[in-house]
């Protein structure tokens, strides 16, 4: 296939768009992580060949040189974000998206393809309505969204570099680098308001100006791609989905900060995401989009991909370039900030994926378009990684205002139960945050979300993780388990963080497993406030925030653990009564024979009883008892 | 005082004038605020937080990391700032092993006197139970992980001060530990044993290894003679620990203490440091005159010559073969005293009381021993006497003044000087040029804190281009800069620890450079009082060489008073097996990558050795190895076949031995590590 | 270069690529992270004597590379296994009962107390926290092959369907 120099944008976009019209349809199949986890490749490769043996021409690249007329183009996409259905498959112009489908289900498609009818089996089923979806535009959970920096994944290519120029990429890049001054992307950035999206929501334009107005000389640009925050993966699939977004974005933040070098650091859990950010990396180097003399203008940019090794905390940004610089991930006292003296002592602006990624977005449609969405001190939309007690798990994307309710219900779908029935009234709580965040309850159902608002409930966007967790959820394992998570972390350098949290953890445990006393809650809040103020770094001084946030929304729960011995939600084993239903017994004596420390007593055909005192929990009695009559173990 | 230039500290305004943090400019308010890692030469850490003030506006801070603006308002002494103190130190005393009675440290432990300053009372918290090993691997030095802080002065220290990084944090979280590589104890790695990593520690959890079993041992043993030699260092500082650190007779006392204690003869080191100087002085004198190697490097500090063994073997041949003024003494002290008291020399039993944890060490080497017996048995630092005298319950400051025993009690001001950075240089430039009295800008210069300078000293045969540093990084960069052929020096005085001697490991616990400026002090005021201030004045040194050595550098000088010295392997550990190791035995190929050899192309032997025996399908035939050191770093390459040892390897030398090996024409030899003579 | 032809002992080829690693990072010692991550892929752990090797080589002490290997969660220390298995026990997964994976699989593989390794090593297993496949949970990755919506029943039929495979 010829290439024109993708430097030049029209003509590429042009050559793709002429070469995409040949085309009938265009088939796409989410190979995002969890849809390549369940056979999408498979998927993929079985529609190929059988619309080949069908005589149908179903490609997979794009030919510049051939100028026949085709059936299909099929590709691959990034995360399309409704993983529980995947594997997904959608159909343009048709407007179809098939869910859960198998290779066993191309023959079918191809056949609905050709006679214009559907497959009914495969779309989505509201379970609530039984309502059947044809595609994106009628599923709830799609169109109670507003996909803005998610909008290209899904539907590109991740691995075309000319594709995404074709729908507009590097368009504003080029602007930022031959049309603007460095103040000037600066300015438009801080009058988008755009806030950061890692954790931190520090205004965007303001760091960047900051970092531009350091001395000339060296300076950086890093992304900080280290998603650590248990079930968040909204970077990952920005940088599966959609990774030339990313480094258009560190591009156009390069132009303003006056930096030549870059770097995209990106966990090493994430190998489809190394893959696809490095191939970027080499296309864009390929086609003279990084390197020297960017699109004329002099400037130059290049970017190193490096892998984190496993150290949470190596999202904290001065972490982080600790990292780059082969040292112990360790965080450094701020002041001074990496604005000033980042990488290597230079001035090094760190932005998290998703804020990169809005980038290229704003400069294009311009600061009051952004403005336009969102609230006033939160513009634009956050992307949330969706999982728990959810009908619908997935990666989201609303913008700031929306509530929760929104969110929960309408596109998650609402809440489910244990057995999986959707049931409203199972709602307990929303962990929003991830282990530095906190919960939100029934009260906060209906206030707007965004940065300052969930400020002031007591909790924080973070990185946009959120876990629905219904009334069968313990709060306080939740809260030991952000601590567990936390405490692993730690990189252990300042002492209320390395030595507070492992004692709060103590103190969970004890709550957890029944020794707890009535100076437990004291001690452990105490702790908390001291480890809140007295750490060092983020990671730290977020650590108590999931046990803080808990104590005051669910405080009775605590104290039945602590006073009762109890565990309302039937969760904390150590916490459970062990007994035998005296209407279920049937007196077999099977369970009496196979308790291994004589816990167990009655007469044959009558109702015997657990001794919780001898107990051990070991569960022997359980997987004997035919009848079911055992609980609390 | 102007407003722009003032904060205001607990309501009270302060001028700024410069300082670096706020916990400076705090302390011009008469406060000082509770640390653990902040060490004011070494890099900022600011992980111990106990430094936490709230500063208006900003919240809470470190004060070690703050930089102090005008117009601040901080405050010291707020409730939160408080409880987040006190919630540290229980946080500590939960961490570990914080055992006070029987702690070493106790009476000197940061801990323990923030403990007690805070009014922390309880420690609601739960210790862990796992008691980790002990590190007993140095001679000098007891690392105890339990009690460690993980305040990191010891790593910074090793690491910025001394170039070295012995220790570094591992691991991560709540299970982070102090420790050398690979878990390893000091020993086993490049520690050079100058025990900053001691002095530094704010806690217990590296301390000076205790001997003073030993001595009671020898003491009250009647079978023994058992005599002491003191090291100026010590009177500089031993006053400290009684509270009578400005005490002018505290070396009459010292010999007072000693004799009560039981020693049968108590001499002076400053005897044998005057001996040094003849002897380096003529070797100095000789080696600039014939061509010998240049510059010099003193030798009487033994962390430095075992870091020269570690990494620079290549110097080693500068290095003066003079034994340190301790060994000089050990060694005279065995070859007259048993005939002059009528005993054997087993039963002789020498002391040696230092400030200095590595003279332990030194007096452990191979070399200065005589049929195993060594020339100095016990080492003793200044803190060990102190706790000698205490257990016996002398009152210190009260003891009357003693006089030293003779013949090896008689000094000059040049032997005593040697306590000091540039000591050493200057008894030299005394030796050579006579006294030049202290304001001329050669004694200004090498009496200067700095940690490098550098000077010309005019004498009589011409001037001697001199260099003093103190701190083993300054001394690396020194050594690197005369390789590269960047320095004209002739003469290089090292010591290890800051302000030399004085500053040593084994001195008093003390984090203050006021402390050490004054023990620098007492040592000039020492030097002043006494009668004679050159080397050649020394007349008892005078006789020694009529009666007994003949000439400086001449025969029996050099056998009981000289050294040689060897490389020394940088980490314990097997190599690395490039070789199938089933089948036939094979015969036994190691080359050497470690440091020397690495730098001499070792790696690419290494390839092209690879690439040989595979071409020739040789490769079930050799067992090949890489390892870390065969100790000929300054005759690197090495390649051992066969036991037998390759220096300065090429390709063809291996090629042809390897033939050899195969054709059987090689017998097998023990492997033996060889000495490289000076 | 070197190039060593497969009859040449693997650990030769082993330590001739080191030398090829520390090459094409210029010997940069402020790249030890990539540079370790490298040499794990070719040993599939540190060997202590190599991490001495990389020391020397990039003129750092030791006790540095040993801090740096030991902070990071992805350096091992210890040979693994073929089949390295990571159980995710991120929020999604931990709520959907990945911890009862855990401890079937610690069963079924006969672990020995404390080690995570089997003693044929065939398998290590492995807890990570958050391989961002929360839509999947509970997910497990065998290698690098993500399997969705584990639970104790399927995580075994897998592990014995390997060990099948590898008797052949």
Redesign the interface.
């Known amino acids: 296939m010829t290439a024109r120099l993708e430097t030049n944008l029209e003509a590429t976009r042009r050559d793709y768009l002429e070469a995409e019209k040949r085309f009938a349809r265009r088939v796409v199949i989410c190979a995002g992580t969890g849809c390549m986890a369940n056979g999408a490749l498979k998927v993929f490769k079985a529609l190929h060949e059988q619309a080949r043996e069908r005589g149908i021409r179903l490609e997979i690249e794009l030919d510049y040189e051939d100028e026949r007329d085709k059936a299909g183009l099929l590709t691959r996409s990034g995360c399309q974000g409704f993983c529980q259905m995947g594997p997904l498959l959608s159909i343009e112009p048709d407007g179809i998206l098939y869910c859960g489908v198998k290779p066993g289900d191309v023959l079918e498609i191809i056949e609905g393809v050709e006679s214009g009818r559907p497959v009914e089996r495969l779309l989505y089923r509201v379970p609530a309505t039984g309502q059947v979806c044809r595609g994106h535009g009628d599923i709830p959970f799609y169109a109670q969204q507003q996909r803005t920096v998610l909008k290209a994944c899904g539907s590109l290519d991740p691995e075309n570099l000319r594709e995404y120029i074709a729908r507009g990429g590097y368009f504003a890049a080029r602007k930022a680098l031959t049309e603007m001054t460095d103040e000037q992307v600066c300015q438009e950035i801080l009058e988008a308001g755009l806030r950061g999206r890692g954790g931190g929501g520090f205004p965007t334009g303001r760091k960047w100006e900051l970092t531009r107005v350091q001395p000339k000389g060296k300076k950086y640009v890093v992304c900080n791609g280290d998603e650590g925050d248990p079930g968040a993966f909204m970077d990952r699939s920005v940088m599966e989905g959609n990774p030339h977004a990313v480094l258009e974005g560190m591009m156009i933040c390069a132009r303003a900060i006056g930096a030549d070098e870059g770097y995209v650091y990106v966990r090493a859990e994430y190998p489809l995401a190394v893959a696809r950010v490095r191939k970027a990396v080499k296309d864009a180097e390929a086609a003279g989009l990084l390197g020297d003399d960017i699109f004329g203008s002099g400037q130059s940019f290049r970017v190193h991909v490096m892998e984190g090794a496993g150290a949470f905390v190596c999202g904290e940004e001065t972490a982080l370039l600790a990292s780059i610089e082969g040292r112990r991930g360790m965080p450094m006292p701020k002041p001074p900030f990496p604005a000033q003296s980042g990488l290597n002592g230079k001035p090094t602006v760190i932005n998290n994926v998703e804020t990169l990624a809005s980038v290229p977005l704003i400069l294009a449609n311009g600061a009051a378009w952004y403005r336009g969405i969102g609230t006033e001190k939160s513009p634009g939309t956050k992307t949330f990684a969706l999982t728990g007690h959810v009908a619908n798990t997935g990666l989201i994307e609303v913008p700031f205002g929306a509530t929760l309710r929104k969110i929960v219900f309408d596109v998650g779908g609402g809440v489910t139960r244990k057995d999986g029935a959707i049931d409203e009234t199972a709602f307990k709580a929303v962990q929003i945050g991830g282990p530095s965040g906190g919960c939100l309850t029934r009260e906060h159902l209906d206030l707007p979300m965004d940065f300052d608002g969930l400020l002031a409930m007591g909790a924080m966007v973070g990185s946009g993780g959120l876990v629905v967790m219904n009334q069968e959820t313990c709060m306080v394992q939740v809260a030991k388990f952000f601590m567990q998570f936390t405490q692993n972390e730690s990189c252990g350098k300042c002492v209320p963080c390395r030595e507070g949290t492992k004692q709060m953890l103590v103190l969970l445990d004890d709550i957890t497993e029944g020794r707890a006393t009535e100076a437990t809650l004291p001690l452990l809040e105490q702790l908390a406030r001291n480890v809140k103020i007295g750490s060092l770094c983020g990671l730290g001084k977020t650590a108590p925030n999931p046990v803080l946030s808990t104590l005051k929304h669910f405080r009775d729960e605590y104290e039945a653990h602590v006073r009762r011995k109890v565990c309302p939600s039937r969760a904390c084993k150590s916490l459970r009564t062990p007994e035998i239903d005296p209407a279920l017994c049937k007196g077999c004596t099977l369970c009496g024979r196979r308790c291994p420390v004589g816990a167990i007593h009655g007469e044959r055909k009558a109702p015997h009883t657990i001794d919780a005192a001898t107990c051990i929990r070991c569960g022997a009695c359980v997987a004997a008892c035919k009848f079911n009559a055992i609980s609390g173990i | 005082m102007t407003r722009e230039k003032s904060l205001t500290i607990d309501g009270f305004r302060v001028e700024i004038d410069g300082e670096r943090n706020l916990l400076d400019v705090i302390r011009k308010a008469h406060i000082e605020l509770p640390t653990f890692c902040y060490h004011s030469e070494l890099s900022v850490y600011g992980a111990c937080r106990l430094c936490m003030v709230e500063v208006e506006g900003r919240g809470l801070v470190t004060a070690c990391t703050t930089a102090p603006e005008p117009g601040m308002t901080v405050k010291t002494q707020t409730a939160t700032v408080r409880e987040l103190r006190k919630t540290n130190i229980e946080l500590l005393l939960a961490s570990g092993n914080h055992d006070c009675p029987t702690c070493g440290k106790s009476g000197s432990c940061k801990l323990q006197s923030l403990a007690e300053r805070l009014g922390v009372t309880e420690v609601r918290f739960k210790a862990p139970v796992e008691e980790k090993p002990l590190d007993l691997t140095s001679p000098g030095l007891v690392r105890d992980p339990n009690k460690c802080v993980l305040c990191g002065d010891c790593v910074r220290f090793c690491s910025e001060i001394q170039g070295i990084g012995v220790l570094d944090f591992t691991h991560r979280g709540s299970r982070s530990q102090v420790s050398p590589a690979f878990g390893k104890g000091l020993f086993d790695v490049d520690c050079v044993g100058c025990g900053q990593c001691a002095a530094v520690c704010p806690v217990g959890a590296i301390l000076v290894k205790s001997e003073v079993e030993r001595v009671y041992a020898a003491l009250q043993d009647p079978a023994k003679t058992v005599v002491v030699q003191v090291a100026p260092a010590v009177r500089a500082a031993i006053g400290e620990s009684f509270g009578a650190a400005d005490d002018t007779f505290t070396m009459g006392r010292i010999v007072s203490a000693l004799r009560r204690l039981g020693f049968d003869r108590v001499y002076d080191t400053s005897f044998t440091a005057d001996l040094t100087i003849w002897e380096e002085a003529t070797e100095f004198v000789t080696r600039k005159r014939n061509g010998g190697k240049l510059p010099l490097f003193t030798s009487c500090c033994p962390a430095w010559i075992k870091m020269a063994e570690h990494d620079f073997p290549e110097i080693l041949g500068n290095i003066s073969t003079c034994r340190s003024p301790q060994q000089m003494f050990g060694s005279l002290a065995k070859e007259i005293l048993p005939g002059e008291l009528g005993l054997r020399r087993e039963d002789l039993v020498v002391v040696s009381v230092m400030p200095c944890t590595a003279k332990k060490f030194e007096a452990g080497r191979d070399e200065f021993a005589v049929d195993g017996n060594p020339d100095v048995d016990v080492v003793l630092t200044t803190q060990e006497l102190a706790r000698m005298i205490q257990d016996a319950g002398l009152q210190f400051p009260e003891l009357p003044v003693d006089r030293l025993d003779q013949p090896f009690g008689t000094k000059t001001g040049a032997g005593v000087i040697f306590a000091n950075s540039g000591g050493v240089t200057e008894a030299v430039i005394r030796y050579a040029a006579g006294d030049l009295g202290q304001d001329h800008p050669v004694i200004e210069e090498v009496r200067s804190e700095k940690n490098r300078r550098e000077l010309t000293a005019a004498t009589p045969s011409g001037e001697i281009k001199m260099a003093v540093v103190h701190g083993l990084a300054r001394a690396r960069e020194l050594v690197r800069e005369i390789e590269a052929g960047e320095s004209s020096v002739e003469f290089v005085e090292v010591m290890a620890c800051p302000g030399g001697c004085i500053g040593g490991a084994g001195q008093p616990v003390t984090h203050s450079s006021k402390v050490r400026q004054r023990r620098t002090r007492v040592i000039r005021d020492v030097d002043t009082t006494l009668d004679v201030h050159c080397s050649q004045q020394n007349h008892v040194v005078k006789e020694l060489y009529q009666d007994r050595l003949g000439s400086p550098n001449g025969a029996e000088a050099h056998r009981l008073l000289h050294t040689h010295y060897h490389s020394r392997k940088r980490i314990a550990g097997d190599g690395i097996t490039l070789s199938d190791v089933t089948g036939e035995p094979k015969i036994p190929v190691s080359v050497c990558i470690g440091t020397a050899c690495h730098l001499r192309g070792a790696q690419d032997l290494l390839k092209d050795v690879l690439r040989h025996v595979e071409q020739q399908d040789l490769s079930d035939r050799f067992e090949i190895k890489a390892t870390f050191c065969m100790e000929s770093c300054d005759r690197g390459p090495t390649v051992r076949v066969n036991g037998h040892v390759l220096r300065k390897a090429t390709f063809e030398m291996v090629r042809d031995t390897l033939a050899s090996a195969v054709g059987g024409t090689l017998p097998v030899l023990e492997a033996r590590d060889e000495c490289v003579h000076a | 270069m ?1 190039t ?2 497969t ?3 693997e ?2 080829r082993q ?2 690529s080191v ?1 090829r690693i520390l090459e094409s990072f210029d010997h940069d ?6 540079i ?2 490298a040499v794990q892929e070719e040993y599939r752990y540190l ?7 990389v ?3 990039l ?10 290997a ?6 091992a220390l210890e040979p693994k296994g073929k089949y390295v298995v990571r159980i995710c ?4 997964c ?2 959907k009962g990945s911890q009862d994976i855990a401890d079937a699989l610690v069963e079924s593989l006969k672990l020995p107390r404390g080690k995570r390794t089997t003693p044929d090593m065939l398998f290590t297993l492995e807890t ?10 509970p ?1 497990v990755v065998v290698n ?5 919506q584990m639970d104790p029943e399927r995580t075994r039929a897998l592990i014995d369907r390997i060990r099948a495979e590898e008797a052949q």
């Open positions: 070197l060593v032809e009859e040449a002992p650990t030769a330590f001739t030398l010692r402020s790249k030890l992270v990539p370790l991550q060997p202590e004597e190599v991490m001495t090797f020391a020397t080589a003129d750092i002490p030791p006790a540095r590379v040993y801090g740096v030991t902070f990071y969660s992805h350096f026990d991120g929020t999604a931990h709520v990570v926290s958050c391989l961002g496949a929360c839509g999947l949970a997910a690098d092959e993500v399997h969705g």
